[in-house]
């Protein structure tokens, strides 16, 4: 992944030492030679990239061009809001589409299943910047009970931790709100594919009750690919609420990451897609971990 990623970032069209010269008209062709050669960018990619990844086993990860500041300095608290932001929508929205999925699941047909699969288009038909602008216009604007951005108020000398937790409410449900949809469609199908197995019928045989079956038995084998699906949104979440912490102006990793690309800067994008791989690779990590907890079979592969 750092191949492709470098390979990418080394096929936009100019470098930091280009956008400097367009910046400032007092810097000389000699000047822009002068600078490429002594950042190394009149060598091969290859060889930059071999030499990065030299500097990043070595746990450097260099200086921002945009923020002239060390990257890890940069990274930490945009880490640290993410994962704030990740946690508490992640949370909501399994809260609330958990539930509702087995609840619908075990009435096939009726107008809970219906309200349900409703509820669920809604949520992923809607598009996540009109609905963080609409709830900001409710909420914000209409209501006046909560800010419309930021992380916390300029006039509270940074705010406490009410003030955060106000400004992290329409963030929060504008993310939860946008994947609830897809968690309680999962939940649904893998508890009505459950339902029609074997061992449910061995289990309802046997004298078990309703409650048990659905969730002792149905709802530990429906929750394996529902895992998956969470899993992998961790990853997502990391790196992909950039719509979202741009209407909100929440200094996150997926507007950081942004910001980075488009201002070339090299140091600070690549680190931050690299960390975003690293959380991917640790949701599905994860989610094998809890298979085993889930599933006694795998254990004994």
Known sequence: MSFVIYGLMGLMPGDPIDLMIAADPHLTAADAVRLKALYGLDRPWTERYLRWLAQIGRGELGYSRLFARPVLDILAPAVANTALLMVASLALALMVALPLGIWAASRPGGWIDRAANLLAFVSVSV???????????LFAVQL??????????????????????????????????????????????????????????????????????????????????VTTIVAL??????????????????????????????????NLALSGLLLATAMTLAGSILADLAYAWLDPRVRRR
Request: hydrophobic content about 50%; aromatic content about 8%; some cysteine.
């Open 127 to 137: 598009p996540t910047f009109w609905l963080g602008l609409m709830l900001m216009v």
């Open 233 to 266: 949104e961790v990853g997502g979440l990391f790196s992909g609420a950039l719509i979202t912490e741009t209407v909100f102006a929440w200094p996150g990793m997926g507007r950081l990451i942004f910001e980075a690309v488009m201002g070339n800067d090299f």
């Open 144 to 225: 006046g009970w909560l800010p419309a951005g930021g992380m916390h108020s300029l006039d509270d000398g940074g705010g406490g931790l009410v003030d955060r937790l106000r400004h992290l409410v329409l963030p929060t449900l504008t993310l939860a709100i946008a994947g609830t949809g897809q968690y309680i469609r999962h939940m649904r199908a893998a508890m009505l594919e459950q339902a029609g197995l074997d061992y449910i019928r061995t289990a309802i045989a046997k004298g078990c009750g309703p409650t048990r079956v659905l969730l002792h038995h149905q709802l530990r084998n429906a929750a394996i690919p």
